[in-house]
């Protein structure tokens, strides 16, 4: 038979998931020659022998990759014959231009985990197993391609075993870049934070390996609090079944109400608490290993019921993961030994308020003393920080909704099909000042960092700052063009503002935050540039008017956007104040629907406001004295929640709403509130004054807040329906709508977090005939707006190069 001799070309997740040992195994399998080797662009291969060996080669290539790997592209082209011998994995080659993926990081897969609790395996109880199938990836890379040397693990050398695996094409360790064993990898320590320069514990002896691990769960056991270092950062852990542990944890972090995040020995703890479906089921058990937001089973016990409520306040949910580490496995795995009941771990992420994740070992011992009693740490190097993935499930589809996008998922990226979206430049897409992430954009793909957080505090800005400069290295991306927020005072905006006054050439594109939000939407979902309805509510985005905007109707699509609709100004009393103080909101809505009457409200609200205070406030709204002007939805919910005294003050970002809508009980009633919509020179304009009105008539009558609460939601719901419908009106009927009609409504913003909301409006909406997006691949809240960023100044820098 004649033989050919291929080069071929590989795009998309293939280093670090074990895909060139795949290509040797199949090469090999076909009788084939030639090599495949790593390089900047993704995995490079040359194969020669019989043509249909080759062509059954590709076949089995794209069809049956290693797990974790995608296959982007394949290109292939023909060589002269070389006739050499064998087939062969060569050293990887550093190129300009990188266009490959980085993998995240992988829960423990299968067989590594049978491996870790064999007795008579070598690597029994060995914290850091792992192979071509799972591991660290993104957290322990320096730069690409991915090879051991541009990894924290270049300073443990292979013994001879380990060394053997790598190079045996039969062992699932074939080329696993962090590969160790005992004897040759990293080890971890327990220490007692008071004492870390001699790493002794209170009795004064230092521990290591596995009895480290024995002690740690001991001191769980008896309610102690202990940091443990993970794949990308320390977790502060405690026995939550043990009240007084978890209220302890609290008062050290200053974390007085937020809920934490809880670890499970496996699955079938987690169904003994809440109601599983199966699509929950499938993200607890994925190699993503998420955070999975789940509904209390209502038959829990009384002393089960206060500890959740300690735990997570006044919500109806808790945020489960299941061990994703060998560490984790083996703190479990103590239990029996321990003859211990503890099944279930606090697991949050080991910072101080506003700050990012501690991943470094010095840092542990300064930041997290008198929070925790001890560390179990590990000296594998973290190189960048990365925080557990939140997602929950939409019940009305079935598909997930990621609230946190971060480890398991960060930095594989968002592709977009439009053809239009294609672009030569970089862009850096700066994203906002909460929730932070922000993205770098090539071709038709969005690479999106892993949860940054909040903007708020030095430290997390000069990890932000960090985190770019690492991703540009990782990815060879160095961008023409900077897309940021509008506000002038967010960090994020003030980054990129630097970057372009050390740089003259960049240019720069200031997105609106609604616009991105919605552009977002669209690209999750994939949308053609076409014109949609964009419903965007959140907390506040800066207009530029004077205002702060926050409950927009926006008839967008991805390069511009026209504001045809939004909530009725309200005043926020104090400004940023208002924010923190959900009363002040009440107090604006009352005088709005009330003015001088105010005062004599018969009002639970009333009577439990300070008198002195609560005029002071009225004096400033009688004069108009620092009253900025809002028209947020996220507001309109914390001033309601406040007039229902579910929430005066807010302890975290969006509290006073969740607990809106965790007073919800019954989800059967179709009643609601009456409002008004106007319109004004082409705007649509939302009153909500009857519906306070309506909200305090309901209080002085003594109806249940959760009836109340259930009917606002309702109203809101029915708001969204009415203004989208009157704006496809007008808009059908003109001219322009003869080659598209609208729609289409893309459903964003933090607001739309809330799954009795989003629920009602997807079902309304679809009534009447509207194809509706929410998101599913990035967050609704400001996690995602980094992509819409990116995407409205590519497709703006495509259609314009001069922009």
């Known amino acids: 038979m004649k033989k050919t001799r291929l080069s071929i070309h590989v795009r998309g997740r293939v280093q670090g998931v074990g895909f060139r040992p795949a290509v040797y195994r199949y090469a090999r399998e076909r009788k084939l020659s030639g090599w495949v080797r790593n390089n900047s662009c993704g995995v490079a291969i040359e194969v020669e022998g019989e043509k249909k060996n080759i062509d059954d080669f590709l076949k089995i290539l794209e069809s049956s990759p290693p797990p974790q790997a995608h296959i982007e592209h394949i290109s292939t082209s023909v060589l002269p014959l070389d006739n050499e011998e064998g087939f062969r994995i060569v050293a990887s080659r550093s190129e300009s231009g990188a266009e490959t993926e980085v993998s995240p990081d992988i829960a423990i897969c299968t067989e590594c985990l049978k491996e870790l609790l064999d007795p008579d395996d070598r690597r029994y109880l060995y914290p850091f197993i792992n192979c071509t199938d799972c591991g660290p990836r993104l957290t322990i890379v320096d730069s690409i391609p991915y090879d051991r040397k541009r990894t924290t693990m270049t300073k443990f ?28 990898g990293p080890q971890v320590t327990l220490v007692q934070t008071s004492d870390f320069r001699s790493q002794t514990t209170d009795d004064g002896h230092q521990i290591a390996g596995e009895q480290a691990v024995k002690k740690t769960m001991e001191l769980l056991q008896q309610g102690r609090i202990a940091a ?19 209220r302890e944890l609290r008062a050290r972090k200053g974390r007085e109400r937020k809920p934490f995040a809880l670890m499970a020995k496996n699955l079938e703890v987690v169904k003994q608490f809440c109601e599983i479906s199966p699509e929950e089921e499938r993200l607890l058990l994925s190699p993503k290993r998420p955070i999975v937001l789940l509904k209390k089973l209502s038959a829990l016990s009384s002393q089960l019921s206060a500890i959740f409520e300690c735990i997570a306040p006044g919500n109806k949910y808790l945020g489960f993961m299941l061990p994703y580490t060998p ?29 990012p994740i501690v991943h470094k070992n ?50 594989q990226p968002i592709r977009i099909q439009d053809s239009e979206f294609r672009i030569q430049d970089t862009i850096l897409a700066c994203g906002g ?13 969005v690479f999106i960092s892993q949860h940054i957080g909040n903007l708020g505090t030095f430290e997390a800005y000069e990890t932000y700052g960090k985190t770019i400069e690492h991703f540009q290295k990782l990815f060879r991306m160095t961008p023409s063009v900077i897309a940021c927020d509008l506000h002038p005072g967010y960090l994020s905006t003030k980054y990129a503002k630097e970057l372009t006054a050390s740089n003259p050439q960049l240019s720069v594109i200031g997105v609106q935050h609604h616009h991105a939000h919605i552009a977002s939407c669209m690209a999750d979902n994939n949308l053609e540039n076409r014109q949609v309805i964009g419903v965007a509510f959140d907390g506040t985005g800066y207009s530029g008017d004077g205002t702060s905007w926050g ?76 009253c900025p002007r809002t028209s947020s939805m996220g507001r309109l919910f914390d001033g309601v929640s406040a007039l229902l005294e579910l929430r005066e003050s807010v302890t975290y970002e969006g509290e006073a709403a969740i607990l809106l809508e965790m007073a919800i009980k019954s989800v059967q009633s179709s009643e609601s509130y009456e409002y008004e919509i106007e319109k004004t020179e082409d705007v649509y304009i939302i009153d909500p004054v009857q519906v306070i009105r309506g909200v305090v008539e309901d209080l ?15 109203t809101v719901a029915e708001m969204i329906v009415e203004t989208c419908l009157k704006i496809r009106s007008g808009f059908n009927d003109e001219p322009r709508a003869m080659n598209h009609k609208l729609n289409d409504v893309a459903l964003s913003g933090g607001v739309f977090q809330n799954m009795f909301l989003l629920d009602k409006s997807c079902r309304k909406l679809s009534e009447k005939g509207f194809h509706v997006h929410i998101h599913h691949r990035v967050p609704p809240n400001d996690g995602g707006i980094s992509l819409g960023q990116a995407v409205v100044a590519s497709m703006r820098k495509t259609l314009n190069p001069k922009h």
Request: proline content about 4%; some cysteine; aromatic content about 8%.
């Open 362 to 411: 010095d840092d542990a011992f300064v930041k997290l003393r008198g929070i925790a009693d001890y560390c179990l740490l590990h000296d594998r190097d973290i190189s960048i920080q990365c925080d557990d993935s939140v997602t929950r499930v939409f019940a009305l589809t079935g598909d997930e909704i990621l609230m946190r996008r971060a480890r398991g998922y960060a930095p």
């Open 228 to 246: 443990i270092k993970g794949l990308g950062g320390f977790h502060l852990a405690c026995d939550a079944l043990n009240e007084a542990a978890v």
């Open 327 to 355: 560490l984790h496995h083996l703190l479990f795995s103590q239990l029996p030994l321990l003859n211990s009941k503890l099944s279930v771990l606090v697991m949050t992420s080991a910072n101080t308020s506003d700050e």
């Open 433 to 445: 000042h909460l929730k932070n992430t922000f993205a770098l954009a090539r071709g038709n793909e």
């Open 157 to 184: 050398t292979m013994c001879l075993d380990c060394a053997n695996e790598y190079h045996s094409p039969s062992s699932r360790r074939f080329h696993a870049q962090p590969n160790a064993c005992p004897g040759c």
């Open 700 to 714: 002085q009558g003594g109806v249940p807040v959760s009836v109340i609460s259930e009917k606002f939601h309702n």
């Open 551 to 626: 409950g927009e109707f926006l008839v967008s699509d991805y390069t511009q956007f026209t504001r045809v609709g939004h909530l009725k100004y309200m005043r926020l009393p104090g400004g940023e104040k208002a924010i923190h103080e959900p009363w002040r909101m009440a107090v604006s809505l009352l005088y709005e629907a009330y003015g001088e009457n105010l005062p004599e409200l018969d009002l639970e609200f009333n009577r439990h406001v300070d008198r002195e205070e609560y005029y002071n406030l009225k004096r400033m709204l009688d004069k108009g004295i620092n």
